[in-house]
């Protein structure tokens, strides 16, 4: 894989935090924030080192089989949180399972008992704690307050 080049594949597994494995068959594997396990991406490799590519993010070319509901916030998709609302709960506490498991693994050397993820009975509505940001909702826009535009740290999504 070359730096600043596209390269599309299928997303294989995800990593804590929200880190997709894609594999793009001969060319190799790389690691895109933002993507689900079954998905088939667009992407451009933005840092290669130590054989390990890093790609941006450009396009969702296939859902993932995993995404079985429509989102609940109209703000989905511009905003950056709320990253799994496409997925049913259920899927949602698998995937979380698999990330919680993987990094244990990682780090307990020996076996040990994994009694898994405990799902909430309250799906929507349960945040105690919301970070808004003054900024442009644009470049030179006017002055607004919300939430970090997705993949991006200067924009802001209006969410009130």
């Not at 080049?5 to 933002?34: L, Q, R």
């Not at 667009?42 to 790609?55: E, L, N, T």
């Not at 995993?66 to 609940?72: G, L």
């Not at 993949?151 to 802001?156: E, G, K, Y």
């Amino acid at each position: 894989m070359k730096k600043g080049v596209e390269y599309t594949g299928v997303v294989t597994k995800i990593a804590f935090p929200n880190k997709g494995e894609v594999d793009c068959g001969e060319d190799g594997i790389a690691s895109v924030k933002g993507t689900l396990p079954g998905q088939k991406v667009k992407f451009v490799v933005s840092k290669k080192r130590s054989g390990k590519a890093q790609g941006r993010l450009k396009e969702i070319i296939e859902k993932s089989p995993m995404e079985d509901v429509e989102p609940n916030c109209p703000h989905f998709g511009d905003c950056g949180g709320c990253s799994y609302q496409t997925m049913s709960y259920e899927n949602q506490l698998k995937l979380k399972e698999d990330m919680v498991k993987g990094i244990l693994d990682n780090a307990i050397k020996g076996d040990y008992r994994f009694e898994g993820i405990l799902g909430s009975p309250v799906q929507w509505g349960y945040r105690n704690k919301m970070e808004f940001s003054f900024g442009d909702e644009f470049k030179d826009g006017p002055l607004a307050l919300g939430m970090h535009k997705k993949n991006s740290f200067h924009d802001i999504v209006t969410v009130g």
